[in-house]
């Protein structure tokens, strides 16, 4: 048998000058700069200028490129009508896939793919993406539409259309520090997916929704509502330990731990748990965030020296429940974050494009005969 890579494991299909990981040792950069330097200190504005011009912009341009990005919140004529018209039960994974989808028949050129108009239809879909995940929520609630401020930082806007109400400011911080800590992720399967498609010289909306489709697996980026679902699985502190040990003993996968090439702490596990801990204090789910630190203590003991830690996902689970957010948002918040990395990458790739074009062995039979249909 031929040898390969399957899953494409350790092989480099790409370069990027945007994030940096080094799995044994826990590391995380984007473009150098340290993920918890950025998530304790910056904003996630400065973060997406960051990643798409590869340097931190200064004072000014920071502000233009927020007035820029915060400006073009609002849906085109016509979308918020096809949203409408979803079936309410539709999940928001879907929404999202459907309606970025869609915003490319409100684009009169669509299909430009010189660098500055993809850098410019970027920002547009960065901007109305939370606008689309806020009204598809109330739309199913039965609440009003809020229509987005511009005056206000992405984190505050999102949580304001989607509540009606501006939220405190640990809470729009914690917000914006979970947007930071996901926002690129190196070669991650949907990224490789928005990249692969670009490769052909398609268009970002199809890139992009591609990756949606790519994010929203249980082995992607829906481990987070796994790891909710566990949490209110588990009946009080003292059944964790249980509980954990069964699963492990059934060889049963615990959701929020593990990682293709962290096989050490997961830097961003570290920011989101302080998180998580403030806002469990400031929101009553004390007990909440106590079953999460116990189950993570179980999990070193039992699996740390195989490398299995904590993840991206586990403690961004009891952070965004804190914030309020139902179960099947916290994929589509993953999806606002990961735009912003997954159009760096796509400008990357047309920038020095070559088609993506794998081989595959061909592991089938050889020389069969054509048998007439009738005789099959
Ligand atoms: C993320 C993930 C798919 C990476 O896995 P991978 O590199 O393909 O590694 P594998 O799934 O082959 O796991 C290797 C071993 O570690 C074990 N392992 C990995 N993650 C585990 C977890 N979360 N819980 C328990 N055991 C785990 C596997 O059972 C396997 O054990 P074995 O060698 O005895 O069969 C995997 O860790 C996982 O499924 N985690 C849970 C889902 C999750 O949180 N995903 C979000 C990632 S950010």
Redesign the pocket.
Known sequence: MTDYAK?LEGVIAAETRMSYIDGQKGILEYVGIPIGELASKGTFEETVFLLWNQRLPNRDELAEFARNMHAHTGLPAGMTNRLLALPMQAHPMHVMRTMISALSMHDEDPNNIELDAVRDKAMKILSRAPTIIAYFDRYRRGLPLIDPKPDLDFAHNFLYMLNGAEPTEAMARAFEICMITHADHGLNNSTFTARVIISTLSDIYSALTGAIGSLRG???GG?NE?VMRMLWEIPTVDDVEPYILGK?ER??????????VYKAHDPRAAELKKLAGQLARDTGNEELYEKSTRIEQVMERA?GS?G?YA???FYSATTYHCIGLKLDLFTPMFVLARLAGWSGHILEQLADNRLFRPKAAYVGPHDQPYTPIEQR
């Open positions: 899953g249980p082995l992607h481990a796994g492990l060889k049963e996968k615990v959701m929020g731990f593990g990682h293709r699996v195989r299995i993840n991206v996902d």
